[in-house]
């Protein structure tokens, strides 16, 4: 891996959020991926690594649905993105500051932390990064360990999972 500064955001890399469905009408629900089309990341590799991402949580789009009894239509899609603003996020920002980075063979292992809204708690992620500077990375949390309530509907019967997944891929800038 190179040394240097590098500048990441849509452009070059995309940051993805997985959902999954549980209840008793987990059935009408769909699993998601959401994409954030608003966020930018400093990686900074060398004597003094670093990392820090920033992402604006009303950005997340639905990518795809997948089961349900029907296909997510557009108006779906609007509708989702709107509740997970308005009622899970409620606005709140998203940013990660890694305090430490260890490079260990093709993987960067980061030590920060996580916050959504006022809520920060302890983070470790770790990223691949291939010969090509192409990246990949997953980190799973708890909505919950951040004061967010997982979104429900038809009175319960149909939540999405406390745990989410977060993925990260594309490639470092030349």
């Avoid at 019967?157 to 977060?166: F, G, H, N, P, S």
């Amino acid at each position: 891996m190179r040394s240097g500064t590098y500048h990441l955001g849509p452009g070059s890399a995309e940051l993805r959020v997985r959902t999954r469905r549980e209840g008793l009408a987990a059935r009408a629900g769909h699993d998601l991926v959401l994409v954030v089309t608003d966020w930018q990341a400093q990686l900074v590799l060398g004597a003094q690594p670093s990392l820090e991402v920033t992402a604006d949580g009303g950005s997340l789009e639905v990518r795809s649905g997948t089961g349900g009894v029907r296909p997510l239509s557009d108006r779906d899609r609007r509708d989702i993105g709107r509740n997970i603003d308005g009622k899970v996020l409620r606005g709140a920002g998203i940013a990660y500051r890694a305090s430490a980075v260890h490079a260990d063979g093709d993987t960067l292992r980061f030590e920060g932390t996580l916050r959504i809204g006022d809520v920060a708690r302890p983070a470790d992620l770790a990223v691949r990064v291939g010969d090509d500077g192409r990246f990949s990375g997953r980190h799973e949390l708890r909505q919950t360990d951040f004061a967010i309530t997982p979104f429900s509907g038809l009175m319960g019967a149909l939540k999405l999972r406390d745990e989410v997944t977060i993925e990260a891929e594309g490639a470092l800038p030349e």
